[in-house]
């Protein structure tokens, strides 16, 4: 059986909600309920659900952003809240995360060149003209002119910042990568090209992908299998195919409905 890059084992998230003037306890909330999900090397998944019913705090808790409240995340076998700082650093660079909002994930004073030799520098992958040449590769990579490299990225359209993020997950060489609604916000013409690289870099580098959206089409031509979030709680996963066309539980159904997509028809990757 084939090891499991990412695996995430009973996972929960839950907040306290705050009231009135003195912040009085007024209950939970449990954001995500107890989900168990893994990727192994080239696997790609779709998580797709409503907004607010858990995905971006799930995948928060995957890449070590947030802390769950109970259950447990490895990485390669290893839990990283557990391992030493050194353990930890390395454990953190092989799942690395793209936003859904480059423009507010990216720091408006740093360049392309700065923003991308940032986690070179963080993890002591290269130095001097090994760097350089290592964020020429990443822009090439992304498909961005080496021209860009001194820009800040306000001076960059919506799809071009993506692609300075994900350069920016890339510079690692992640083992998985995470990217939450990375489509959301671009035209569907940017958002094809966006998909286009995923699509290269799981096929060529053998990266696992956790592809987070609410698009049921870009899912359905990215992914080999879906996982179905509602209310915190994952309620179907299967093949992209099987469950797009014979979805077992009615919430699918209905955001498969929603997507205008025809269950008679097979969908192909």
Do not use: W
Request: aromatic letters at 2%; proline letters at 4%; one cysteine or more.
């Amino acid at each position: 059986m084939t090891e499991a890059l990412l695996d995430a084992r009973e996972v929960s998230k839950t907040y306290h909600r705050r009231a009135g003037v003195f912040q009085r306890d007024a209950g939970t909330i449990r954001a995500v309920d107890q989900v168990t999900l893994s990727l192994t090397a080239g696997d790609t998944l779709g998580l797709v659900g409503e907004s607010g019913c858990g995905k971006t705090t799930l995948a928060k808790i995957l890449v070590g952003l947030v802390a769950p409240t109970a259950g447990a995340v490895f990485i390669r076998g290893q839990s990283a809240a557990r391992a030493s700082r050194s353990k930890r650093l390395s454990l953190k660079r092989a799942v690395q995360f793209v936003f859904q909002d480059p423009m507010n994930s990216l720091n408006p004073r740093m360049t392309v060149e700065e923003t991308l030799s940032e986690p070179l520098a963080i993890h002591g992958l290269a130095h001097g003209d090994a760097r350089r040449q290592r964020v020429r590769e990443l822009l090439a990579r992304v498909q961005l002119p080496l021209t860009h490299a001194g820009r800040l990225p306000r001076e960059l359209s919506g799809g071009e910042r993506q692609r300075v993020g994900m350069a920016r997950a890339l510079a690692v060489d992640p083992e998985v990568l995470i990217c939450d609604e990375p489509i959301a916000s671009l035209d569907v013409s940017v958002g094809a090209q966006i998909l286009e690289l995923l699509r290269g870099l799981c096929a060529q580098q053998r990266t696992a992908l956790l592809f987070i959206s609410h698009d049921l089409r870009a899912v359905a031509s990215l992914c080999h299998r879906v996982a179905v979030m509602k209310e915190g709680r994952l309620i179907e996963s299967g093949p992209t195919e099987a469950l797009l066309t014979h979805p077992r539980h009615p919430y699918t159904e209905l955001l498969i409905r929603a997507a205008t997509l025809d269950l008679d028809t097979p969908t192909s990757k």
